[in-house]
């Protein structure tokens, strides 16, 4: 039977499908990160934004085509975490505001909701990128509107031609941001756009898929943060390794060995160059790969995790974790709210008088939603938000234009020593938007560090990072690599101080003993006799240190 109209029945199959089909790469999709950190979290984000709106929509059952269109942007918008999660959500509100009058879907009326989807989204970002998610929906708006001019009547057609050109436009994205060429990785979030498009073309198709919703539980009440806890978790292994090639590894040998792959797992990488091949797999058997791979030569960097085990203990941890946040009851003019992570940070911005304190950081990026609940529970007429993560602000400001009953003023801070200097230089007798300038001004002052560990080999930066090593991340990239936690620190140090640093605070994490800490402090002090140098205890995860020179 050919379908050349999508029904609102249909448009909830196709949603709930690729909302699902991104749940199940969403793993593969933190791993393209480009950064080798330990904290990757574009899958994840797009996962819960686009869940958020899946629970609505599975929860209506039969309804029509203006109810379903509701459910999936109220539901994206609220979710949203994470830039890519915010840019998702818009994608899908500017979709529904394409076919939301219509009963039925045409190919002429999706190729303008495309065109409204990268409108809407393209408007929520200040600073527009390419070869970003953005550009892979650019790419699908453009295909859909030069299909339907061309006469295209068979909307099948249509849906496959589309993704296969947003395939392609993904593919180019390495062209056109060199850190992705240099990572030899595509863009994670258009690869998440991409999985969503095929998942719905499946249900298009009417194959048969598991369309059930899993319910998103609260992992700390106190905090809004929500995890799913009972994902299923088809293939058990993630399987990286390098082959040596020994022999030809031609085109037909490529596909044999993909194909072989699919047999077995999902999760699918295989890109062969000169004389190595990169795999990486999910299957529940690593040695069947292991042993089909050893056809072709030996193997290098063999690395396999149990990703069951990790989810278990990712939840154990996360629901561990519980701040005392609650708002003073007594109405004030002006509150505060920060995202935090770690005990001692946490105790830092209450002791400066923030009133309301929302879990999150790299790890774990709050939503919308969270932000939302923040800004109910401080009884103030206006309220600061302080993100304390580039990849917050954009959630930050999506609650910010949701409210009306409280003035929301969002300082983007990125880091947390911009967010400790920015309620430090709140004035009390200032009007809040001349303390919002004041606060913007002082934030750009604040140079931070933040030292960690790398999760794979990589070359960024033109500096070659190998799995396991130390990275010293600054605000324009890494600043120094190396197997010496110590000597990492100082070294990405001497790139944040200048002539006119008069401060250095270091905040160490919840992996660092106080005397190595302490014993740190004293090597800085020593090198930079000229400033002050601060050590806080700052409890965080993942980070061994973060510092600010200002």
């Given at each position: ?81 994470g830039n890519s999660g915010v840019i998702l959500s818009q994608l899908l509100r500017g979709l529904t505001k394409g076919i939301n009058e219509y009963d039925e879907i045409t190919i002429e009326s999706l190729a303008y909701a495309f065109e409204k989807a ?192 990790e989810h278990q203990e990712k939840i154990i941890k996360m629901s561990e974790k519980e701040v005392d946040s609650e708002p003073a ?222």
């Open positions: 039977m050919v379908l050349n109209t999508i029904d609102a029945k249909m448009l909830s199959k196709m949603f709930l499908a690729g909302a699902k089909n991104l749940e199940h790469k969403k793993e593969w999709i933190n791993e393209l990160n480009v950064f080798p950190v330990p904290d990757g979290d574009t899958g994840t984000n797009m996962t819960m934004t686009i869940m958020a709106a899946a629970k609505e929509v599975a929860a209506l059952g039969d309804s029509d085509m203006k109810t379903i269109s509701k459910a999936i942007s109220s539901g994206s918008l609220r979710g949203a975490r990268v409108e809407t989204a393209y408007k929520a970002v200040m600073k527009p990128k390419e070869g970003t998610i953005l550009t892979v929906a650019k790419g699908i708006a453009v295909k859909a509107r030069e299909l339907e001019q061309a006469g295209c009547d068979d909307l099948d057609t249509f849906l496959k031609e589309v993704i296969e050109y947003a395939d392609y436009v993904l593919s180019q994205t390495p062209e056109m941001l060199p850190v992705l060429k240099q990572a030899g990785v595509v863009d994670s979030g258009g690869q998440g756009l991409l999985e969503v498009m095929k998942g719905a073309y499946e249900a298009f198709q009417g194959k048969e898929l598991d369309l059930s919703i899993v319910d998103v539980k609260p992992i700390a009440s106190k905090m809004s943060m929500e995890v799913q806890e009972d994902i299923e978790i088809k293939f058990g292994y993630c399987t990286e390794f390098i082959i040596l090639l020994e022999r030809n590894f031609n085109i037909k040998n490529e596909i044999d060995f993909k194909d072989y792959l699919e047999s077995i797992g999902d999760s699918i990488v295989v890109v062969a160059d000169d004389d190595v091949v990169k795999v990486h797999v999910h299957t529940n058997d690593p040695g069947l790969a292991i042993q089909k791979a050893l056809k072709y030569g030996a193997l290098s960097n063999l690395k396999i995790d149990n990703m069951r085990l009851t007594e109405k004030k003019d002006v509150g505060f709210i920060a995202v935090s992570v770690g005990d001692g940070i946490n105790e830092i911005f209450k002791g400066l008088g923030v009133d309301y304190m929302i879990e999150g950081g790299q790890t774990m990026n709050p939503s919308t939603e969270d932000m939302l609940n923040a800004i109910e529970k401080v009884n103030a007429d206006t309220i600061f938000i302080l993100p304390n993560n580039k990849n917050i602000i954009l959630a930050a400001n999506q609650a910010q234009s949701l409210v009306e009953d409280k003035k929301v003023i969002v300082i983007p801070t990125k880091t947390v020593p911009q967010g400790i200097t920015a309620i430090i230089n709140y004035v009390p007798d200032m009007t809040p938007e001349d303390n919002a300038a004041n606060m913007l001004e002082e934030i750009g002052r604040v140079s931070t560090g933040q030292v960690t560990y790398a999760v794979r080999d990589t070359i960024i930066d033109d500096k070659e990072i190998k799995q396991g090593d130390f990275m010293g991340i600054g605000d324009k990239g890494i600043q120094s690599v190396g197997e010496n936690m110590d000597e990492v620190t100082i070294e990405m140090i001497e790139n944040m101080v200048d002539d006119d640093t008069e401060l250095i605070s270091i905040y160490y994490g919840s992996d660092i003993s106080e005397e190595a800490a302490e014993a740190l402090r004293a090597t800085v002090e020593e090198k930079y006799s000229n400033c002050d140098v601060e050590l806080q205890f700052g409890g965080q995860p993942i980070y061994y240190y973060i510092v600010s020179a200002e």
